[in-house]
Nanobody, 127 residues
Framework: QVQLVESGGGLVQAGGSLRLSCAASGRTLSGYVMSWFRQAPGKEREFVAAASWRAGVTYYGDSVRGRFTISRDIAKNTADLQMLSLKPEDTAVYYC????????????????????WGQGTQVTVSS
């Protein structure tokens, strides 16, 4: 079993920044993609960013590309999300997740392909 714990959420003004962290325990995740999703009230869960098991390979959703950066420390089993130039529409609960497939060649933006999830951390961006 894998446990994921997110931290770093909070309230920030538009244009500000936040850094989210995801710490995994239970087993090593060196062969798995780790991703961040978010869910705003009344909306479906949305893919935000993914970090491959291959060092330095990352993917982003269209709405955050150029503003958010995902980074991963394989040895520490962590995945962070640096968020810059935040907008009110970034307000959501942010979730860390682990891909169910070992050594996926790219990434999946479908939540159905992830079998471990954290409890989520709230990010609120005020205008």
């Amino acid at each position: 079993q894998v446990q994921l714990v997110e931290s770093g959420g909070g309230l920030v003004q538009a244009g500000g920044s936040l850094r989210l962290s995801c710490a995994a325990s239970g087993r090593t995740l060196s062969g798995y993609v780790m991703s961040w999703f978010r869910q705003a009230p009344g909306k479906e869960r949305e893919f935000v960013a993914a970090a491959s098991w291959r060092a330095g390979v990352t993917y982003y959703g269209d709405s955050v590309r150029g503003r958010f950066t995902i980074s991963r420390d394989i040895a520490k089993n962590t995945a962070d999300l640096q968020m810059l130039s935040l907008k009110p529409e970034d307000t959501a609960v942010y979730y860390c997740a682990v891909d169910r497939a070992l050594l996926r060649t790219s990434y999946s933006s479908s939540e159905r392909d992830y079998n471990y999830w954290g409890q989520g951390t709230q990010v609120t961006v005020s205008s």
